[in-house]
């Protein structure tokens, strides 16, 4: 009874949640793995066993294939307490923001259930619903959808480290979509989408491609190759932030008693240092990447900072203010 109990709580374990499948022989491998031999005509006695005490289902494809119902609740042992459950609550909050509908899909079921268990302990957690709120500063753009299953193919070759074959749309680009190999390296979440880093064909340079303009996406059990110098946190910084200058500058600043506080409760980096000047302005300096990010946060500042250093991007500034002059004028 307990060699029963423990293979067949292996494979509960193994058997993904639909669209996603495993078959049969992939199971007798997994179970072989663990060190329990058992024959195909078994494993499907214990699948068919086990479909009528939990909702999973068996597809009709070649092969064949068993799943969780994509509407299956999680199956969690311990179960879910009352903090999990909110803490699940409020990353559901969060995601909803962060990425597009349909990219947590995964974690749906858990979602649900942490919205049962908040109802079933309404006294411990008193109207949770009206006590926590995310709030974003930068300017919100309409959620998109995902192709789900190119989603799901990129994230599964992403991490299975094989190479997909994509139809891609290049966005400003008139010509059809090209169909090209791809080697999955990362992704990069954003506030406008998730990027994928990667490199095409047998180049060695880091491209990134927005999920949203893959037309098709094919996987393939062939390896990718990883660039030798492939750090993600250095390519998520040039690819996204865009520097425009491989040195840092020393930037000096006159800002606004009001934004010097908020600086100085979330600086934006060590170097970072701060002194009044009078009862209207302070003194900013700080040695940081001159970016693209940089010049959009002090023109949306506006007349709550002027550049003082260097004398390039105070001159870049006054450009910018005067060209925005002669727009409105």
Not at 6 to 14: D, E, H, N
Not at 78 to 99: C, I, N, S, W, Y
Not at 223 to 251: C, G, M, R, Y
Not at 277 to 292: A, H, N, P, Q
């Amino acid at each position: 009874m307990n060699d029963t109990l423990s293979r067949q709580w292996a494979m509960l374990k193994r058997i993904p949640r639909a669209p996603r499948k495993v078959t049969t022989n992939q199971l007798q491998e997994h179970l072989a793995g663990l060190g329990k031999d058992i024959t195909i005509r078994s494993i499907q006695r214990d699948l068919i066993s086990l479909s009528r005490e939990f909702p999973l289902v068996c597809d009709e494809g070649k092969p064949s294939g068993w799943s969780w119902r994509r509407d299956a609740s999680p199956l969690s042992v311990p179960g879910m307490d009352a903090h999990t459950a909110l803490t699940f609550a409020l990353v559901e909050a969060q995601l909803r923001k962060a990425l597009p509908p349909g990219t947590a899909g995964h974690l749906e079921p858990w979602f649900e259930e942490a919205k049962v268990v908040i109802e079933k302990n309404s006294s411990s957690v008193f109207n949770w619903k009206n006590k926590i709120r995310f709030v974003s500063k930068s300017i919100s753009h309409l959620q998109y959808e995902v192709d789900e299953e190119v989603r799901a193919v990129v994230y599964d070759c992403l991490l299975k480290g094989c190479q997909i074959n994509v139809t891609y749309q290049a966005i400003g680009n008139n010509a059809e979509p090209k169909k090209y190999p791809v080697h999955p390296l990362g992704l990069v979440v954003t506030d406008d989408g998730i990027y994928l880093l990667c490199t095409i064909k047998e180049r060695s340079e880091v491209t990134t491609l927005h999920l949203r303009r893959f037309v098709t996406a094919e996987p393939t059990n062939t390896p990718i190759n990883i660039p030798i110098d492939f750090d993600i946190d250095k390519v998520a910084s040039t690819s996204f932030h865009i520097k425009l200058s491989e040195q840092p500058v020393k930037l000096k600043v006159r800002i606004s008693k009001a934004e010097a506080k908020r600086l100085e409760e979330a600086p934006i980096n060590q170097t970072q240092k701060i002194t009044p000047i009078d009862e209207r302005w302070s003194l900013m300096v700080v040695t940081t990447d001159d970016s693209v990010h940089l010049r959009r946060w002090i023109q949306s500042l506006g007349g709550e900072i002027v550049v003082l250093e260097p004398e390039t991007l105070r001159q870049s500034m006054r450009e910018k203010i005067n060209l925005l002059l002669c727009e409105y004028s």
